[in-house]
């Protein structure tokens, strides 16, 4: 217990006589940090935004309006036997006008030109889910071949393009950032064994006497791998301190752009609290024990 509390004291006097040197190397660590955790946030947007596009992706056959009901059922019992299909939902004209209605609740212009009609001009629908995007051209090329009398129209404008220009910059915007990432880490290797080097120098006297007392080796490593945990330790507290609230202030933008899409952003990273930011401590920390172990065999000559 005696021998922890002068290595914690030992490794606590070193960060506090170079504090300039601790100051600027927890900057580097905070930096690389905090372009993982930028990483990290547009590939959960992008695959959070992925996966609601293809939850909003349907194909629809609007239906002539003095259709029977009981055919328009039919038609849908007979699409729901094809295994493209996930889902066929039935909308009727009133459940159409509501839909409009709730759509353009705040447009009195649109709401006043519908009350004009006097009437229901919007037409029942039958709503197709693809049970799989990738399969939805040739489901499309399907609905396309349905020869029906009731068909009135078709509508099959998907989100496959939304969704390629998504995977397209979130591809780009990982490449560059895992570059930055490797810089980052580089840099953070350099800084850390720079820090220990200096403070090994500024600690050589007491490293000398240790010696000829008899200090064991792991005695005279360990003030140095305490620092090192001291400064993954507060990189991580302080990127924690600042990454939440910068969420805080993107989510509400995130709401407006991806409108009518559930992407959250800070449920994410509150409910993997642990997984991300104990897995970037843990690199982190791996990164100044490498730097700081063999800065220490190599100029404290232990």
Known sequence: ??????????????????????????????LALFSISMLMTVRVISDNASSAVK??????LYIKSETPESEIIALKTKLSESEKIKSVVFISKQAALESFR?????????????KELGK??????????????????LLINELKMIDNPIIESRDFSDNTVILNKINNITKRINEVGLFLIMIFVLTSLLVVYNAIRVSIYTHRQEIEIMRLVGASNYFIYMPFVFSAFIY????????????????????????????????NILAYFVNNFWLVFGGQFLVVLLINVFASVFAVRKYAKV
């Open 1 to 30: 217990m005696l021998s922890l509390l002068r290595i914690i004291k030992f490794g606590l006097q070193d960060i506090f006589r170079n504090a300039w040197l601790s100051v600027a190397t927890i900057t580097v660590l905070l």
């Open 55 to 60: 939850e909003k992706i349907d194909l629809s």
């Open 102 to 114: 709730e759509k353009y609740k705040n447009n009195q212009e649109v709401l006043a030109a519908l």
């Open 120 to 137: 229901n001009p919007l037409s029942p629908s039958l709503v197709i889910v693809p049970a799989n995007l990738a399969e939805a051209n």
């Open 232 to 263: 993954a330790l507060l990189s991580v507290l302080i990127i924690i301190a600042v990454f939440y609230p910068f969420l805080s202030l993107l989510q509400p933008y995130l709401e407006v752009f991806f409108m009518g899409y559930n992407v």
